[in-house]
Nanobody, 117 residues
Framework: QVQLVESGGGLVQPGGSLRLSCAAS????????MGWYRQAPGKQRELVAH???????RYSDSVKGRFTISRDNAKKTVYLQMNSLEPEDTAVYYC???????????WGQGTQVTVSS
């Protein structure tokens, strides 16, 4: 069983920065892809950033150039550095451990990010 615990959310002004962290338990972190998703009120959950076990990354068009995903396998933690934040980035952010079918995926509990002046 894997547990994912996010931290680092909060209230920030437009143009500001936040760094989210997601710490994993268990022994499969280093061989698992990880993703950051977000869900704004009234909207579907969407993928924001993805990092493979070998640290290849990809981003949604809406955050490309502003957000950076990274991982530290020794600490079993994935990060999301968010710069130049916009009000449209306001959402609950979730991390996800992405396994190959038929292995189960795992979700964290989410952390609120609010961008407002």
């Amino acid at each position: 069983q894997v547990q994912l615990v996010e931290s680092g959310g909060g209230l920030v002004q437009p143009g500001g920065s936040l760094r989210l962290s997601c710490a994993a338990s268990g022994s499969i972190f280093s061989i698992s892809a990880m993703g950051w998703y977000r869900q704004a009120p009234g909207k579907q959950r969407e993928l924001v950033a993805h990092i493979s076990p070998s640290s290849s990354t990809r981003y949604s068009d809406s955050v490309k150039g502003r957000f950076t995903i990274s991982r530290d396998n020794a600490k079993k933690t994935v990060y999301l550095q968010m710069n130049s934040l916009e009000p449209e980035d306001t959402a609950v952010y979730y991390c996800k451990m992405i396994r190959l079918f038929p292995e189960p995926n795992y979700w964290g509990q989410g952390t609120q990010v609010t961008v407002s002046s």
